[in-house]
């Protein structure tokens, strides 16, 4: 909101309050009250977005408040703050309380609203049991259904976030301790190795609630061997072969030499052909489509697979099936090249001819 937006609306509102007979005495109370309520009115910040009221969890501009508002009672869907910390209490000693049972029924239907509100009651400085809390969001998570066409409120995000931030809210030894005990869990391993690569990621951010003293190889570690373990398991024929791939670049990222050197093994002993596994790296674009996600070819990503594998390799052993690549229109954040095996391995080959057209890259080594 530009200022001059920002005096236009600020001049309507008090044009308002003017109109409405109130005892000057009492205006510059009402003015606070209709500011806290409706910050966006603007009488005295041109810029409200940045103005405290967005520290006040149960402003009217907080849909999980919003209701409360305009009704005597607590909607029958929402729960009760009151009730929600009683059910966070009694996680540790009344497991099967009614507020804990309530406290189920709003993860597993309103995951995101609970979340926010279990967010909102750790950051106004409740202690909470955090590995109760965990191995709770752990149990419910496999009846979580994700809704991709959402772009806010996901259910399955919502559970991601509030692993995310159980962890962070732990000390690094708990953190991994509680990791280790739920990792074999249906839907945990997951939840688990998503949390610990988000929590690095965020670390590494300029307004990180990690603190960039928090260790977090404990909990590196736990995830390193379970990846290991998961990799070393896997018995498709191709990485284009359901999930085969889907773990890797979090592997990369979390231990770089061993995942390379896991697939360069899986290569040099033809378990896997080299054509697929430069196939996988390419990347996928997905575009809504009424509840369900289309997916599509949308890059090449041939340095990735040059990373592991360098390009003279790369250019040498797959010299033929490169001559022969025909080119691929479209690629991009818009492509309408649907993903299949056959179009990821058709966009992988193009993408090699044209780095090799272009010289890319005779002077890299192998990682």
């Not at 305009?70 to 869907?77: V, Y």
Request: net charge negative; glycine share 4%.
């Amino acid at each position: 909101m530009t200022l001059g937006h920002h005096q236009e609306r600020s001049k309507f509102w008090k044009s308002l309050l003017d109109g409405a007979s109130i005892d000057p005495s009492d205006r510059q109370a009402v003015e606070a009250i209709l500011i806290d309520l409706f910050p966006a009115a603007g009488f005295q910040d041109p810029f409200p977005e940045h103005d405290t009221w967005r520290s006040s969890t149960r402003s009217i501009r907080n849909p999980d408040y919003f209701d409360r508002y305009f009704q005597f009672g607590i909607p029958a869907e929402d729960f009760a703050d009151a009730q929600l910390r009683q059910a966070l209490r009694d996680l540790v000693n009344n497991p099967d309380s009614e507020h804990c049972a309530r406290l189920r029924t709003l993860l597993t239907n309103d995951t995101a609203r609970a979340e926010r509100k279990i967010r909102a009651i750790r950051k106004s400085g409740d202690q909470l049991h955090e590995r109760e809390l965990l191995h709770l969001y752990i149990s419910i998570a496999p009846t979580v259904i994700p809704d991709r066409s959402a772009t806010i409120g996901d259910n399955r995000n919502a559970i991601e976030r509030a692993v995310v931030a159980c962890l962070a809210a732990m000390s690094p030894t708990d953190a991994a301790t509680s990791v280790s005990e739920v990792l074999e869990k249906p839907g945990a391993f997951d939840l688990m190795i998503t949390a610990t690569r988000q929590l690095l990621h965020d670390q590494l951010g300029r307004n990180s609630f990690v603190s960039p003293d928090y260790d977090l190889e404990p909990l590196s570690d736990i995830a390193r061997e379970a990846l290991t373990r998961w990799h070393e398991e896997l018995a498709g024929n191709t990485p284009l072969e359901g999930n085969n791939f889907r773990w890797f670049h979090t592997w990369c990222a979390l231990d770089l030499p061993t995942a390379c050197e896991w697939l360069r093994c899986k290569v040099d002993k033809r378990q896997w052909s080299l054509v697929d596994v430069v196939a996988a790296f390419t990347g996928v674009s997905l575009r809504p489509s009424g509840r369900s996600t289309q997916k599509f070819v949308s890059d090449a990503n041939t340095e990735n697979a040059a990373q592991v594998f360098t390009y003279k390799r790369l250019y040498a052993d797959l010299a033929d099936e490169i001559d022969q690549a025909e080119p691929v229109e479209g690629i991009g954040a818009f492509s309408e090249i649907p993903d299949s095996p056959e179009n990821r391995r058709r966009v992988a080959l193009w993408g090699l001819r044209e780095s090799r057209d272009l010289g890319l890259s005779d002077d890299l080594s192998a990682i």
